[in-house]
């Protein structure tokens, strides 16, 4: 079996999937608990400001050279 992601929610009891998918008996699963949806505008504002931070104007060009030995 191909890994695959699945949009999913939990209904109070059950994790249920968005969408019908057919899973084989004993499939293994990862599950991700997202953050509630404000929480994850904040966290997306804090990741866009830190690489504005440290992608800056003030950031100087690197090129291959500064990169390989």
């Known amino acids: ?20 998918y057919r899973l084989a008996k004993n499939s293994r699963l990862v599950v991700v608990v997202l953050p509630a949806d404000g929480e994850r505008e904040d966290w997306a504002e804090l ?3 830190q690489l504005a931070r440290a992608y800056g104007d ?9 990169l390989c030995p």
Do not use: R
């Not at 999913?8 to 999937?17: S, V």
């Not at 003030?58 to 500064?66: L, N, S």
């Open 1 to 20: 079996m191909t890994t695959v992601a699945l949009s999913a929610h939990f209904d109070g009891q059950n994790i249920e999937l968005d969408e019908p």
């Open 47 to 49: 990741a866009k400001q």
């Open 58 to 66: 003030a950031e100087p060009e690197y090129t291959t050279a500064d």
